[in-house]
């Protein structure tokens, strides 16, 4: 079995049981939500855009319309992605043409570092005729919003008592979703936290779901500017007992943001399987960023922001961005 995990500066490979970790790609974080559908895989970057990959013809990059975009989730033929700085539901086509923002409510903006604070949407999840999105809410409790499908109108909202939350999975548990400030797993139809780290500083966030096992994507409580460095990690629970069977750290990785089950039905996402054969598309990497990783990796002490090695690489991924924005401008 295999996994994809996302954290702000890598894609992961990582054979959880065997406990190996690959670095799949490091060169343009950073990352969050990871699609696909007939071949193709989507990435979002917090710069602002998708990337679509497939072996076939390459990579397709949308225009810069998001604003810290979080979860994805390739529904039919369209692309639901969690444009969190718009507080909205951005759609794009196969193709990566943008389609339309649906507005959840009359707030337009999320930035809480401007004073301009939104619902925070960041994860979205279709099951059925319903569409699902969590609505973060920073210090209030957080909310799941259930739209119908393919109309994405507003047909109920259910208000939790988790904080902070993510990701969704409707099972044999109820429907769960990760009460992430309070490092545990959540049922919104009974209110109650099912499962909790024992550990302290930690919070949830990512889930994956096979018919065995329940994978938990796990960060640190840090500000900003160290969640990419940190440690993260994920749980493995069993499934039918719900009794964590194992824990795995990614020493320096950053915080998770989402986990993707390879080669078998993942119940959290929709119901395309993401063959291994496909991952060479994605397959790219930056020595600057590579070192800095197998540094952060072998000596504890550069697991945090500091000089100059966060600044290396944060110059190395900016370097990107100046390339792809000198490029839009030339080729308009």
């Known amino acids: 079995m295999y996994l994809l995990v996302s954290t702000p500066v890598h894609i992961l490979l990582v054979e959880p049981f065997l406990r190996e970790v690959t670095l799949l790609r490091t060169v343009d974080g950073y990352y969050y939500g990871i699609t696909h559908k007939n071949g193709t895989i989507v990435l979002t970057h917090t710069a602002g855009y998708l990337e679509y990959f497939n072996r076939g013809f390459g990579s397709i990059q949308t225009i810069d319309h998001l604003i810290q975009p979080h979860q994805a989730e390739w529904v039919e033929d369209q692309v639901l992605v969690a444009n969190t700085g718009h507080n909205c539901i951005s759609i794009f086509d196969s193709s990566g043409n943008l389609c339309r923002d649906v507005y959840l409510n009359e707030i337009k903006k999320d930035d809480k570092y401007r004073g301009q604070r939104g619902n925070h949407f960041n994860s979205v999840h279709r099951i059925g005729d319903r569409v699902f999105v969590i609505a973060h809410n920073y210090e209030k409790p957080s909310e799941v919003y259930e739209l119908s499908w393919p109309e994405l109108e507003i047909v109920g909202v259910k208000t939790t008592r988790a904080m902070g939350a993510h990701n969704l999975w409707v099972g044999e548990w109820g429907m769960v979703i ?10 919104v139809d009974s209110g109650e936290i099912f499962w909790q780290s024992k550990e302290d500083g930690v919070m949830t966030r990512g889930l994956a779901v096979s018919p065995e096992y329940i994978f938990i994507g796990c960060s640190r409580h840090f500000s900003r500017a160290h969640r990419y460095w940190s440690t993260g990690g994920l749980w493995i629970m069993d499934r039918k007992t719900l009794k964590t069977v194992e824990k795995i750290n990614f020493p320096g990785s950053g915080d998770v943001h989402e986990i993707r089950i390879i080669g078998m039905l993942d119940e959290c996402h929709n119901e395309e399987i993401i063959p291994l054969e496909i991952l060479p598309s994605l397959r790219k990497a ?11 990796k072998t000596f504890p002490l550069f697991r945090r922001n ?16 100046w390339k792809r924005s000198i490029k839009r401008v030339l080729t308009r």
């Open 178 to 187: 990760c009460d992430s400030e309070n490092g545990g797993l959540y049922n």
């Open 286 to 296: 930056s020595a600057v960023v590579d070192f800095a990783y197998w540094v952060r």
């Open 306 to 321: 500091v000089l100059p090695l966060s600044f290396v690489v944060k110059s190395a991924k900016m370097t990107v961005r």
